[in-house]
């Protein structure tokens, strides 16, 4: 079965700093990934999502996400954090064994300090 | 403007009370679904429909039940059958009507507390 791993439950930057949140996948096909933002209390977005197309996958809000299969991860980046930017984010991938269900990570947390 | 309706956004109850969570999209979307959110976890699927008047179950259906009388319209209870039934309902909406990758949207969630 497919299986996603957010690898911080917790990540705090300075405003302006670069934002690293780290997600490993296990999969046996190739898979399709996701990063999803959730502010408090509120729904969950779609920023990006990876469908073997391009590896480096940008998303809104200037956030990317980079697919290495050789690592079997799929980490989201930003290079400048915003206060605004702070919320959970989840990283998802698609199980085809499944019809295609969403696995969803832990999640990560960030907080973004002024 | 498009979107995911659900309703109420809180909701207290007594425990053995049954309640129905509510959810309307206006995007014309074929798959609906309800997912469980608990503090530190990620989202646990608890049914979906993919199309009027049919519904499946998902990894934790067990005191839930739902109905699919309407495109529009996936209404969730929460029975007195769910022993822990207290956290953070998401009701997402997909154009597609198999459980293919693609873009869900959510709705604001609704929270419900059992006292």
């Known amino acids: 079965a497919q299986s996603v791993t957010q690898l911080d439950s917790h990540v705090s930057v300075s405003e302006g700093t670069p934002v690293l949140l780290r997600c490993n996948y296990s999969s046996s096909y190739s898979p399709s990934l996701f990063w999803y933002v959730q502010h408090p209390n509120k729904g969950l977005q779609l920023l990006l999502k990876?469908?073997?197309?391009?590896?480096l996958v940008k998303g809104i809000n200037g956030f990317e996400a980079e697919f290495k299969k050789s690592e079997t991860s799929f980490h989201l980046t930003k290079p400048s954090a915003h206060m605004s930017d702070a919320a959970e984010y989840f990283c998802?991938?698609?199980?085809?064994?499944?019809?295609?269900?969403?696995?969803f990570g832990q999640g990560t947390e960030l907080s973004v300090k002024p | 403007d498009g979107g995911i309706t659900q309703s109420p956004k809180y909701l207290f109850r007594k425990e053995g009370q049954n309640v129905t969570l509510s959810c309307e999209q206006n995007l014309n979307h074929d798959a609906m679904y309800w997912y469980r959110q608990d503090p530190g976890q990620g989202l646990r699927l608890i049914y979906y429909?993919?199309?009027?008047?049919?519904?499946q179950k998902g990894d934790i259906a067990e005191g839930y039940s739902v109905s699919r009388e309407k495109k529009e319209s996936f209404p969730l209870t929460v029975t007195s059958a769910q022993k822990n039934p207290t956290a953070f309902y998401l009701c997402?909406?997909?154009?597609?009507?198999?459980?293919?990758?693609?873009?869900?949207?959510f709705g604001e969630g609704s929270r419900l507390t059992v006292l």
């Open positions: 998802v991938v698609s199980d085809y064994n499944q019809g295609g269900k969403l696995i």
């Open positions: 429909s993919q199309i009027v008047n049919d519904f």
């Open positions: 990876y469908t073997s197309a391009a590896t």
């Open positions: 997402a909406s997909g154009r597609d009507r198999v459980l293919v990758a693609g873009e869900l949207f």
